[in-house]
């Protein structure tokens, strides 16, 4: 196939990037019209505060507050950023863990996937497809989740996702309608409660220093293993690529698209997609897998990749459930009788704190399983020794570890 044909190929897989992201971008144009629409209806009759100066108010009065809960210092160069949509795309490419020198295609992928730039993405897969079939679904995964994620932590800095926090109170007080100012006090109460369980959210995570670091090695040896997968595969021939499509029943594509052919079977037989699916979350404690010996033939390198990945992803899969878990616990405990908090889960959720309370979580209930032995060490303890995937689901095994 020629450079043009191939460059044409990627075209079009930029356009399947761009249409799978099609809802959350069509969700952002909707919130950024909802927003000017509540704006101009709203006007002078009420006026929510601005972000950032609720923000720093609760920073610098939470600080102690989670301190003390966590029996853990907060650092003291902790910085507070307030991104709109563009930086915070490109933001979240950041927090995709990979080396040196794939976490230089990884930014310039999310700069160019932020920009809405189709012909720098059809030219980074062009440059590096192996790179750009791993991060791509990175890209997909983390930007999907723009407009319900709050807050991020990353190097000493707190982000706040000013476009969805400084656009949600107002839609949510337009959406409930006249008057206005009757309203106001419990949409503006749950808007200072979100911000106040992002900020302690984030506080959490600035603070977990080790599990951060096991976490992201882990992503990136994860991350690593998934490239040398993608090598192998776009180094196959058509004739073994179309016997494995077939095979592994994949959805048939024209021989004239041989990159969406290796693309399809790549997305198949990702670990993260083939093992969990096959076998199912219990994979995340499994010591040893097994192939199909049919596809082992065709890919004999498979199974030592399958091997090589368990580890790492099972260090990964437990200290992201570790951080994520911690911060759950110390919120519903820091928060459990703040109005703010409660105005938050009713105005924002559709909820209230009972219910709240008792939502499932790994992480969670690990936590408050080690917690009501232990005390507050609990959080010095899991940052220093991260539990494994074996201890997350039975926490007494942590606790004998620990004694």
Known sequence: MDILNKLGEFQEFTEALFAQLSVEIDEEKEIIKLAS???????????????????????????EKVAEFLGITIPENIELKFPELTDLKILKGKKVFAD??????????????????????A???????????????????????????????????????????SRYPKIILHKQG?????KFDSVNSGYIGAVKMTVIEELIHAVQENLQQVNKNAAMEVNKINEELASIILSL?????????????????????PFAKKANLFFFLNPDHFLIE?????????????????????IPQLLDIYKKWLVPIQQHHAAFTAMEGMAAFAIENILKEDKDFQNYLGTFMGTDFSAYQVRKSIGKDFTKAVYE?????????????????????????YIKKLS
Do not use: W
């Not at 629409?37 to 600080?63: C, H, P, T």
């Not at 994949?250 to 021989?255: G, I």
């Not at 232990?374 to 997350?392: Q, S």
């Open 37 to 63: 629409r509540a704006n101009d209806d709203l006007g002078q009759k009420v006026e929510f505060k601005n972000l950032e100066d609720i923000a720093v108010d609760i920073f610098s009065n939470y600080k």
């Open 100 to 121: 040196k020198k794939s976490q230089e295609f990884v930014t310039e992928l999310f700069n160019a996937v932020a920009k809405e730039n189709k012909t720098r993405i």
């Open 123 to 165: 030219e980074l897969m062009q440059e590096d497809t192996a790179k750009y079939l791993v991060y791509s679904t990175y890209a997909i995964q983390y930007i999907s989740k723009i407009t319900t994620t709050y807050g991020d932590y990353l190097d000493s800095i707190v982000y706040l996702n000013k476009f969805i926090l």
């Open 178 to 182: 006249e008057p206005y100012e009757l």
């Open 237 to 257: 021939d058509t004739e073994t690529i179309n016997k494995l499509s077939e095979y592994c029943q994949l959805q048939s594509v024209p021989d004239d698209f």
């Open 278 to 298: 096959q076998i199912g979350p219990d994979v995340m404690t499994f010591t040893h897998v097994e192939i199909d010996p049919k596809i082992g033939e065709s």
């Open 373 to 397: 032995k232990l005390g507050t060490i609990t959080f010095k303890k899991m940052i220093e020794i991260p539990p494994n995937t074996k201890e997350l689901k039975d926490p007494q095994l």
